[in-house]
């Protein structure tokens, strides 16, 4: 069974930096592109940030590139996105995804507020 569990969300100020994490298990990690969403409310969830399998290969949101660095360790199993110079549009919950056997997984998501 897919599990997806995200970490490090919480309260920064605008500028400052967070890192995310997310401890996926129930599937061959090194053999599944991974990627980073988030949804503020009353808007669709957006993808942020991904990486390939093959190369590590990144895509980014216009809105996040330069700031965000989406990276992954498959010894341990974990899909990170460090966030930089955060502005409070980037205040969202957070979710970790992938896709396996044909259907997208989320995990439950962590909420990210960017304030003073």
């Known amino acids: 069974q897919v599990q997806l569990v995200e970490s490090g969300g919480g309260l920064v100020q605008p500028g400052g930096s967070l890192r995310l994490s997310c401890k996926a298990s129930?599937?061959?990690?090194?053999?599944?592109?991974m990627s980073w969403y988030r949804q503020t409310p009353g808007k669709e969830r957006e993808l942020v940030a991904s990486?390939?399998?093959?190369?590590?290969?990144?895509n980014y949101a216009d809105s996040v590139k330069g700031r965000f660095t989406i990276s992954r360790d498959n010894a341990k199993n974990t899909v990170y996105l460090q966030r930089n110079s955060l502005k409070a549009e980037d205040t969202a919950v957070y979710y970790c995804?992938?896709?396996?056997?044909?259907?997208?997984?989320w995990g439950q998501g962590t909420q990210v507020t960017v304030s003073a």
């Open positions: 995804s992938n896709v396996w056997r044909g259907r997208r997984y």
């Open positions: 129930g599937f061959i990690f090194s053999n599944y592109d």
């Open positions: 990486i390939a399998i093959v190369g590590g290969a990144t």
